[in-house]
Every structure is written in structure tokens, then in C-alpha cells.
């Protein structure tokens, strides 16, 4: 709750103690209290609904810049496919657990026109790793924050973006799904590559 209005309610709650209690006996003083509980109690309903009116117009806005986000996602996936965007991962087929290795990543574009993408943040490239049931058992961003900073990665015809990004592999023996994932504004590329962990 605001501040502000709960100091107010506070007031009102007050006042109306000392009324009932015997404390203002005077007709005039009583009067006079009555009247700014009643003033009172008018600024709190005011703000009450300014506050709703504020706090709707706010979800109305984040309603809207998702449907913007999703609509230019939306428009620029298959577009980004049709330019010849290819993301590229390379990581050792067998893993010990335990062992720390990089996970290395190449995004190319091999289409004809300049692709600009735009990132909510500097993260770039991501993984995860699947198990056997397809469910998610590491990403390497989750335990990680980055700044709300608009990042443009622009490729020229020929031109790749690279990043190596470290994985200390603490999973039980098995065959896992690795997911490199490229997440911008504009597209969502993905590329898979089957490692085997062992003991």
C-alpha cells in the first residue's frame, strides 16, 4: 500500500478512536473532527483510484510491448531463416562429470543481405541441456543476471559472431541433448548436439 494513503488511514482510524472513546467532548470540536474524517475519507477514495487507474494503465502498456515483441518476433523469424542465418555449436562428444569445458558458438550469415539483431540484454548466446525425457536439467544463463541494455549485433554477408561460454558439468553419466539458443527481438535460432557424460 502507498505510503501516503496508509498514513491517512491511520488518521481517520485515530480520530474515530478519540470520538468513541470520550476524548472531544465539545459538540463543536466533534463537528469539526467529523468533517475532516469525512474529508479524509474522500482523499483516500481519490487515491485509491488513481492508484488503480495508474496501476491498470501500467499492465495496458507491458500488454502491449509484449504483443509488439511478439509480433516483430513473429514477422522477423522466418525472414531471419530465409536470409541464411545458420547458428553453429561445438563441444567435446564425451564428458566427465565434474569436468569444466567450453561450449563454442558460431553465428553465420551466409544469405546476401546485411541481418541486424536486437537483444534485450548483452546475453548473446545461451544453452541448455536436456535428458533422455526432454526436460531441462541445466541452462547456463539461469543463474546469471544482465543489464536491461538494447545490444545490436550486426552481420555482414559472410560474417559470424562468436562466443565460447564455460560449463562445469555436474550431471550423472547418461547421453543429454545440448540446445545452443540465439534469442534476439528479431529471431530465435537454435542448433542441437548430442554429448554423452561419463563417470
Known amino acids: 500500500m502507498d505510503k501516503k494513503l496508509l498514513a491517512l488511514y491511520i488518521t481517520i482510524v485515530l480520530l474515530d478512536v478519540f470520538l468513541v472513546a470520550g476524548f472531544i467532548v465539545s459538540f463543536g470540536e466533534m463537528s469539526s473532527l467529523r468533517a475532516q474524517i469525512t474529508d479524509l475519507e474522500e482523499d483516500v477514495a481519490k487515491m485509491r483510484a488513481t492508484n488503480y487507474m495508474l496501476s491498470t494503465t501500467v499492465e495496458n502498456l507491458n500488454l502491449t510491448v509484449k504483443h509488439l515483441v511478439e509480433v516483430v518476433q513473429n514477422r522477423s523469424m522466418s525472414q531471419g531463416v530465409s536470409e541464411g542465418l545458420v547458428l553453429q555449436i561445438n563441444v567435446a562428444d564425451s564428458i566427465k562429470t565434474g569436468e569444466t569445458v567450453r561450449v563454442n558458438f558460431s553465428l553465420t550469415n551466409f544469405g546476401s543481405k546485411k541481418v541486424t539483431l536486437v537483444f534485450p540484454s548483452p546475453k548473446i548466446f545461451d544453452f541448455k541441456v536436456l535428458d533422455s525425457s526432454g526436460k531441462v536439467v ?57 554429448v554423452m557424460v561419463k563417470s
Open 138 to 194: 541445466y541452462q547456463w544463463s539461469q543463474d546469471k543476471s544482465f543489464p536491461a541494455v538494447i545490444v545490436e549485433v550486426v552481420l555482414e554477408p559472410g560474417q559470424a559472431k562468436t562466443a565460447s561460454l564455460p560449463w562445469e558439468c555436474r550431471l550423472p553419466p547418461g547421453e543429454y541433448l545440448l540446445v545452443g539458443v540465439v534469442s534476439s527481438y528479431n529471431i530465435t535460432i537454435t542448433s542441437n548436439k548430442v
